[in-house]
């Protein structure tokens, strides 16, 4: 006995359904996906005996093509109709810049309608995290140029405004970057408004020269992510080589946070995360320091 296939209020079963749909009845927006990596850096000096200090940068691409034409932009690009959005981001990240196998994550899908001048786009942002000395970048077919820009981010305003259902909470974010003599820059508003439990957030660019798209928000709030989740997960270690010193990965939570740590508390902190090795430092000028490896979690479980 088989069962009666389920029918809609047009006698159609599924399959029928699926047989004469018509998917233009809707208009349909593109879709893109932005890639926003990062990496952390020695800064140049002269002072050989002296540590390097770190930086954090971001790797962007120079359009080639209009819109934006000859300004800076995240590397990324359209998705196909029969691939993920993961799939997209892994085969963008390749085409464009010759990256791959590296950590990234989801963070947020941009939205407005007039992001975009050619038309209706919506854009999923990922982060990915490497250690710069093992990846070799290149610029794609459709850029003229792929460069790591040393990324500047303070808080120049907080305001906070009460209002009947709560309170608005602002922050003027400013952002520079700089690769060699050139600085590009951005001011981005956050405003979070609470009414009781329900808070929502908004982002809008007040300047920005030389980044297009709105890839000044996607890039403010990647920070803000990365340094949210630098407190409570293991992700710094993707910015590591295999063996580091302390010293070394404290000044890389440092640069990512923007502040300095001390650095007894740091070493508690870290503690069950890295392992010691029988390997030492030999850079001419300074002392031999201890080199650790990451601890995965798994082994911190055994």
Known sequence: MTENPLRDQNGLTEPEFLQIYDASQYERPSVTVDMLIFTVTNKEQNNYRKLPEKALQLLLIKRGEHPYLGQWALPGGFVSMR???????RRELH??????????EQLFAWGESNRDPRTRVISCSYM???DRTSM?????????????WEVAYSIIQEKRTMTEQGCDLERLVTMELRHGEEVLSATVRVTESMNGSVTQVRR???????????HAKMIEYAIERLRNKIEYTDIAFHLMPPLFTLSELQQVYEVILGKELLAAAFRRKIADVVAE???STKDAGHRPSKLYRYKPRWERTW
């Open 128 to 130: 990915a995290l490497a």
């Open 136 to 148: 070799d970048v290149r610029a794609g077919d459709d850029a003229a140029d792929a460069a790591w």
């Open 277 to 279: 090795t029988n390997e």
């Open 95 to 104: 085409s464009e810049t010759n990256i791959d196998n590296v950590y990234m």
């Open 204 to 214: 809008e660019i007040i300047e920005a020269d030389g980044i297009a798209f709105d």
């Open 83 to 89: 691939e993920s959005l993961d799939e997209a981001a």
